[in-house]
T-cell receptor
């Protein structure tokens, strides 16, 4: 069966520090991958999605970037965190054959101080 | 762009029915979903409805879709304290899943 892993579960980082959040999927190949952010009062916002290695679509211009170095690995990064980057980050995957079915990881709670 | 709106809070007594409403703007939406998020956790797909359906029932859950008004609702019968969570409405249309801001359901014992 397919599983999705996200880590770390919680993270506290100072303003100006770099960020790297990792997401991996097991049990499937060539998944579509997504990064969402849930900020207080703003619901779930799609940040990036990828349909293949090296293919990244950005939905919202901001202080973050994403990379997909391997088929089942999706990384969210920042060179210098801002206070406004605080939030709950969720990774998701969906089968490329049925992209409308998305499955979510357990999320990373990021607090920028 | 696409937009999904839902009320932010709902409070019901245990045993009563809960109805969570949602409106969306993308007329090309093919699937509409309800996700549940328990505290500190990821999202769990609760149920969904295909755009050519009006209603779907799954045990205590009933989804109603009014495609003309672009209105979706989720009814939870016999609401239990374990149903306390945030419920997200979402649509799949021209872009990957677009979510509403979520409705926080509080169940009072």
């Amino acid at each position: 069966s397919q599983t999705i892993h996200q880590w770390p579960a919680t993270l506290v980082q100072p303003v100006g520090s770099p960020l790297s959040l990792e997401c991996t999927v097991e049990g499937t190949s060539n998944p579509n991958l997504y990064w969402y952010r849930q900020a207080a009062g703003r619901g779930l916002q799609l940040l990036f999605y990828s349909v293949g290695i090296g293919q990244i679509s950005s939905e919202v211009p901001q202080n973050l970037s994403a990379s997909r170095p391997q088929d089942r690995q999706f990384i969210l990064s920042s060179k210098k965190l801002l206070l406004s980057d605080s939030g709950f980050y969720l990774c998701a995957w969906s089968p490329s054959s049925d992209p409308q079915w998305a499955f979510f990881g357990q999320g990373t709670r990021l607090t920028v101080v | 762009g696409e937009d999904v709106e839902q009320s932010l809070f709902l409070s019901v007594r245990e045993g009563d029915s809960s109805v969570i409403n949602c409106t969306y703007t993308d007329s090309s939406s093919t699937y509409l979903y309800w996700y549940k998020q328990e505290p500190g956790a990821g999202l769990q797909l609760l149920t969904y409805i295909f755009s050519n359906m009006d209603m779907k029932q799954d045990q205590r859950l009933t989804v109603l879709l009014n495609k003309k008004d672009k209105h979706l609702s989720l009814r939870i019968a016999d609401t239990q304290t374990g149903d306390s969570a945030i419920y997200f409405c979402a649509e799949w249309g021209n872009t990957p899943l677009v979510f509403g801001k979520g409705t926080r359901l509080s169940v009072i014992a």
